[in-house]
């Protein structure tokens, strides 16, 4: 484990059971959650949304590059323009959503490219592609409330940690 500020951890702490309710983060330690998130703390390409009683509401994280094949690759940060690849979006409604999407498009502008994968893969077993444009059109339907919740992983409630250890235990 990584040594991390006092600051980072209580706002992990915040955002642990909202990440829990994804599948991709139920079996993840604390630890490799605050480790693998340093990486988006750091360069600036988390957004999240924490209300004043410290209930987490949203998070997402963005992976910035150049050329295509950098997606694989699970830290890259080359800011040009070109590609972005939305990394996590968890948000427990549409207004979140946009909130964060609009924080980080203010952040690090407009790209030529957007990534995302919602587990809708291609044939090829890629994320989906967007250009900017129809982004801006999927992100609009889905913060209007046309498209089904599940499609940007909205969660009612984040998980409780008895629940939690419920679906470890299997």
Request: hydrophobic share 40%.
């Amino acid at each position: 484990m990584m040594n991390h500020a006092p600051e980072y951890i209580r706002t992990m702490r915040s955002l642990e059971s909202l990440l829990r309710g994804s599948k991709q983060f139920l079996f993840w330690e604390f630890d490799a959650i605050c480790d693998w998130l340093s990486f988006f703390w750091n360069r600036g390409t988390i957004s999240f949304v924490i209300d004043d009683e410290g209930r987490a509401h949203g998070v997402c994280t963005i992976k910035l590059f150049r050329n295509l094949g950098q997606f694989l690759e699970p830290f890259v940060h080359d800011p040009c323009g070109r590609f972005v690849m939305i990394e996590v979006l968890i948000a427990d409604s549409p207004e979140v959503m946009a909130e964060l999407c609009d924080e980080l498009t203010d952040r690090w502008g407009k790209q030529a490219i957007v990534m995302w994968d919602r587990g809708e893969r291609t044939e090829s077993g890629a994320p989906r592609m967007f250009r900017w444009h129809q982004f801006q059109r999927l992100a609009r339907r889905m913060t209007t409330g046309f498209a089904m919740m599940n499609e940007a992983k909205f969660c009612k409630e984040p998980l409780p940690p008895e629940r939690i250890d419920l679906l470890r235990a299997g």
